[in-house]
Nanobody
Framework: QVQLVESGGGSVQAGGSLSLSCAVSGLTDSNICMAWFRQAPGAEREGVASSSFRLRTTNYATSVKGRFTLSTDYTKTTMYLQMNNLKPEDTAMYYC?????????????WGRGTQVTVS
């Protein structure tokens, strides 16, 4: 059984920093991709950053590039999102997603989400 456990998040003033982590268990495919998504009230879900285990690459949404840093512990199937210089528009529920068939093939597994609020 695949499980995604998210931690981190919270409330911070604009310009501040927060960090998120997501640990995946039970996923042993060779082409794992993990990602963070976010969804603000009334808005569509938005991809924030993704990490390809096979390619060892990381991609970011334009809106967070230069402010957010995604790092991955491939041995622990855990990724970390460091969010700096946060803006009110970063306020959203952040979700971790994972899939064993690579990035861009869809997302099979999802975490429950963690709230990030920037005032």
């Amino acid at each position: 059984q695949v499980q995604l456990v998210e931690s981190g998040g919270g409330s911070v003033q604009a310009g501040g920093s927060l960090s998120l982590s997501c640990a995946v268990s039970g996923l042993t495919d060779s082409n794992i991709c993990m990602a963070w998504f976010r969804q603000a009230p009334g808005a569509e879900r938005e991809g924030v950053a993704s990490s390809s285990f096979r390619l060892r690459t990381t991609n970011y949404a334009t809106s967070v590039k230069g402010r957010f840093t995604l790092s991955t512990d491939y041995t622990k199937t855990t990724m970390y999102l460091q969010m700096n210089n946060l803006k009110p528009e970063d306020t959203a529920m952040y979700y971790c997603a994972a899939d064993g068939t690579g990035c861009g093939a869809g997302w099979t597994y999802w975490g429950r989400g963690t709230q990030v609020t920037v005032s």
